[in-house]
């Protein structure tokens, strides 16, 4: 499956934006979809998932509460909504899918990868 995200951009702190990650193919239900971010000089981190039919989620206590993941699989695509967006979470985003019925957080167990969107959020 490839992965196509954007939504990516510079905000204010406060603000908000909503990420799409776009799949191909037509098997996209099958896939446990996951949001991650890297920021300047840190390492790749989880930041939600997301089940196959969309009835679980989940995330990083850093955006719970202030993100949410949701999925719309008749339109092969994974969303992030970013609520009250603070300077910490600027970082590239990226999605990944797997194909699993666990809950998948790290890096190595995602089989595909979307080439990523940048958030930058001013104080």
């Known amino acids: 499956v490839q992965l196509q995200a954007s939504g990516g951009g510079l905000m204010q702190a406060g603000g908000s934006l909503r990420l799409s990650c776009a799949a191909s193919g037509s098997t996209f239900d099958r896939y446990f979809m996951g949001w991650f971010r890297r920021a300047p000089g840190k390492e790749r981190e989880f930041v939600a998932g997301?089940?196959?039919?969309?009835?679980?989620?989940y995330y990083a206590d850093s955006v719970k509460g202030r993100f949410t993941i949701s999925r719309l699989n008749a339109k092969n695509t994974v969303y992030l909504l970013l609520n009250n967006l603070e300077p910490e979470d600027s970082a590239v985003y990226y999605c990944?899918?797997?194909?699993?019925?666990?809950?998948?957080?790290?890096?190595?167990?995602?089989?595909?990868w979307g080439q990523g969107t940048l958030v930058t959020v001013s104080s």
């Open positions: 990944a899918a797997k194909n699993t019925t666990m809950l998948v957080t790290t890096t190595a167990e995602y089989d595909y």
């Open positions: 997301i089940s196959r039919s969309g009835s679980s989620t």
